[in-house]
């Protein structure tokens, strides 16, 4: 399976909506990033165990590729596991020069996919996460499956825990398609100027 030799993943897209000089440091000058403090490594912990305790919520389901991020490892084990109509978790996609992992990839009727995108925030931004799921749907379509809906999975913040956590209480989903698909006319353009930035 032969990729592009510039891949730009979900973070590095939004990285590039933000700010041309850290998607180039991403590339370029990695180095010049500084480490993630404790308070940002933090809500990489808690982000990690609420995308755990949301797979719950899809049993049944595989994770693509556990340990690996590299696409080379990741998008063939999608691959092979997209036959079995099973929920997916991690699952990666490469579309173009867009490299996506798909939280959980749940199919839905006879050959369609549902898209879940999970945060430990305690809401939905459309400016913090619409162009998140937004990529992933460009990259799974352009892979050549049909996705139905688009998902944002967050914390319910009314939730008051009881004994163990239960997913179903904590966590809540809005869909989100119908902005996602406004979205996804931007994202050819976006990359290909993100492509030149790297370039430079």
């Not at 933090?42 to 340990?67: I, K, W």
């Not at 997209?82 to 020069?97: C, Q, T």
């Not at 879940?116 to 460009?138: C, N």
Request: proline fraction near 5%; charged fraction near 25%; charge should be negative.
């Amino acid at each position: 399976m032969n990729f592009p030799e510039i891949l730009i993943s979900k973070s590095r897209y939004l990285a590039g909506l933000r700010c041309d000089k850290l998607l180039w440091c991403t590339y370029n000058a990695r180095d010049l990033i500084p480490a993630p403090g404790r308070a940002l490594q933090g809500r990489f912990t808690q982000g990690h165990e609420v995308g755990a305790l949301a797979t719950r919520l899809f049993p049944g389901g595989v994770e693509a590729a556990p340990g690996k991020y590299l696409a080379e490892d990741v998008v063939p084990a999608t691959q092979d596991l997209l036959g079995r109509r099973i929920p997916i978790y991690e699952a990666g996609f490469v579309h173009g020069a867009a490299y996506v992992k798909v939280d959980i990839l749940n199919p839905v009727g006879k050959d369609e996919w549902d898209i879940y995108e999970v945060k430990s925030t305690t809401g939905y931004s459309p400016e913090k996460h619409l162009a998140d799921v937004a990529i992933q749907r460009y990259a799974v379509e352009g892979s050549g499956l049909k996705v139905r809906n688009c998902w944002l999975m967050h914390v319910n913040n009314r939730y008051v825990r009881q004994g163990e956590v239960d997913p179903e209480g904590l966590l809540t989903a809005v869909d989100v398609t119908d902005e996602v698909d406004e979205f996804l006319g931007r994202i050819e353009e976006d990359l290909q100027r993100m492509i030149g930035v790297i370039r430079l």
